[in-house]
């Protein structure tokens, strides 16, 4: 039995994160990942993702950030071999190449105007989950990096319903979804109406030099600090 799953369909995300809550992470549930700036929040995304690859399922990244090609360029090497047709990227920059939705490897890449264009974005990601699963994943995970910037765009009531206008189809694709959030880059209000969108979280921090985290509301109480 792969890693990323257990005998009643759940996902095994602890691979990072040596958490028991994220050992049986049921389909559908979307994870905010919270921390200040520069504590490791996509590269833990991205990782957690990558160990689902690695076992065949599909993996979709929206970026706000890097462009579309340099999100492949990562994955690749983050997992050497992946099945590029199980990989799709919604490109939300606004300035990407818009003649084709696909990689010269075979990735699926859908090219939104802003991240703002929050229909623009539900289309890229539906589009996505479908070409994934005519490749044959019927099973995957999400990466949003980050909603910060989304953020930035519209506001926090905005983004709230779309993340859980999001839960609903990862739930009836049976896909997980992980959100990235700056938390030093909002309010204590903001921040605390965007959790309510989500199954759990999440939390990383910096001490004395060393990258922590711990797992909020997905299986009781909060879990204890573990390195990264």
């Known amino acids: 039995m792969s890693r990323s ?6 996902y095994d995300l602890s691979d990072p994160v040596d958490v028991e809550a994220l050992s049986s992470v049921r389909p559908g549930s979307n994870i905010l990942i919270s921390g200040p700036a520069m504590t490791g929040k996509e590269e833990l995304a991205l990782s957690i993702l990558a160990n689902g690859s690695e076992d065949g399922e599909g993996a979709i990244v929206m970026t706000t950030g890097d462009p579309a090609e340099t999100v492949i360029e990562d994955y690749r090497e983050r997992v050497p071999g992946v099945d590029e047709s199980r990989l799709a990227v919604v490109d ?8 084709s939705d696909q990689s010269e490897s075979g990735s699926y890449i ?3 105007s802003s991240p703002a264009d929050l229909t623009g974005i ?11 699963n005519t490749h044959g994943a019927d099973r995957g995970r999400f990466a949003l990096s980050s ?3 989304m953020l930035t765009y519209t506001d926090k009531k905005t983004v709230f319903k779309f ?3 999001l839960s609903s189809r990862f739930d009836s694709a049976g896909y997980v979804g992980l959100f990235t959030i700056d938390s030093s880059a909002h309010d204590e209000q903001t921040i605390q109406v965007i959790k309510q969108a989500f199954d759990g979280m999440i939390e990383l921090r ?3 030099g060393q990258r922590e985290a711990r797992v909020l509301g997905l299986a009781g109480q909060p879990s204890d600090w573990h390195q990264l």
Not at 5 to 10: K, L
Not at 92 to 99: E, T
């Open 92 to 99: 939300c920059r606004g300035d990407g190449d818009r003649s």
């Open 147 to 149: 909603l910060s910037t």
């Open 163 to 165: 993340c859980h206008v």
């Open 5 to 10: 799953s257990d005998s009643e369909g759940m």
């Open 206 to 208: 910096e001490r004395d």
């Open 122 to 132: 539900g289309i890229g990601i539906t589009k996505g989950l479908e070409r994934l």
């Open 110 to 112: 859908h090219h939104v």
